[in-house]
């Protein structure tokens, strides 16, 4: 009998964990990376902010990419990963291109993914991947859990999803698709207080009579935006602000030529442009979060927009630099 020289692995098929901590004096490092088939997890060397000599709390930042063997999950896979950040770590998550979710046999067979998310006080999550992509008759349900401690927590998450795969004609056509976020906040003895949920539901299968294409209006893609914390405090007080300045019906004709500032001009470009692409979007505070929702008929028409918005007000590279957005190029 051949005995193996390496000791068994303890990690379950689709687990994972990233753990962020501070080696004294306060130098952030990437103390865990793990990983099981059919997650990959691939690490870069990690990045300094522009305008700092020595890598210190509020210049290091971790980069890790979320992967799947093949690009995608097959019927049956779960994904379970565990992400945790020391007080003042930063996280960079991304993908390399949409996760492909594969046809089912049966609505019943599910493809799962559950993310768990510690941060800690001052520390700060960059989450902005490709959209998912469900394939017809497929079956996916994830959800993301957030436990944020203390007030200084910082989040900026994107979940989001297409249609499936246009070039064969397929239009929201799986049999279900559920994706579930809540943000809890831990306090100091522990106790978890339910801060947002939002949880979105396409079912085929539901009992309603119009299918999930038909209540999507033509639409392509949809996807929400989440923002909480001081380091994001900016980012979200644009987003609602340029929600209330948006044409609105009986206000003042916007059609009318008149001399506008570059703000102005800006945003006039940017609204002629989500037209073009078919989008609308919404945005509201809730609780000290500021939750944005899109969507647009074509996912580069909504790339497009998230890119515009993210870059114009500048917080996202100012505090992650251009990596964080590389999913919306």
Aim: hydrophobic share 40%.
């Amino acid at each position: 009998m051949n005995i193996s020289p390496f000791a068994s692995s303890s990690s379950l098929p689709g687990h994972g964990s990233i753990i962020l901590s501070v080696l004294p004096p306060s130098k952030p490092v990437l103390e865990t990376l793990s990983f099981q088939y059919p997650l990959k997890l691939i690490a870069p060397q990690a990045i300094t902010l522009p305008g700092y000599e020595e890598a210190n709390l509020s210049s290091l930042i971790h980069t890790v990419y979320l992967l799947t063997y093949g690009g995608g999950l097959v019927a049956g896979d779960s994904i379970n990963l565990r992400v945790v950040l020391a007080s003042a770590c930063r996280l960079i998550l991304l993908t390399q291109g949409s996760t492909k979710i594969f046809k089912s046999p049966s609505r019943n067979v599910l493809t799962t993914q559950l993310s768990s998310f510690d941060i800690g006080n001052g520390a700060a999550l960059c989450y902005l991947p490709d959209p998912v992509q469900p394939f017809g008759d497929s079956a996916f349900e994830q959800k993301q859990m957030y436990n944020i401690t203390g007030a200084k927590a910082n989040l900026c998450v994107c979940d989001w999803v297409s249609e499936g795969r246009t070039a064969r004609g397929e239009k929201w056509s799986f049999h279900t698709y559920t994706s579930r976020n809540e943000i809890f906040l831990v306090s100091s003895e522990e106790k978890r207080k339910l801060m947002l949920r939002d949880n979105m539901i396409l079912d085929n299968h539901d009992g309603i009579n119009e299918s999930v294409v038909g209540r999507m209006t033509d639409m392509g893609v949809f996807g929400t935006l989440i923002l909480c914390g001081n380091m994001f405090r900016k980012l979200g007080q644009y987003f609602m602000a340029e929600f209330k300045a948006l044409p609105q019906i009986g206000s003042r004709q916007w059609d009318v030529p008149e001399a506008l500032t570059a703000q102005q001009a800006e945003r006039a470009e940017r609204v002629e442009q989500e037209k073009k692409d078919g989008l609308l979007w919404t945005a509201a505070s809730l609780r000290g979060f500021v939750v944005v929702k899109f969507g647009a008929k074509e996912v580069e028409g909504a790339k497009r927009w998230l890119k515009h918005m993210l870059k114009i007000e500048g917080t996202v590279e100012q505090e992650f630099g251009e990596r964080a957005l590389l999913c919306l190029r």
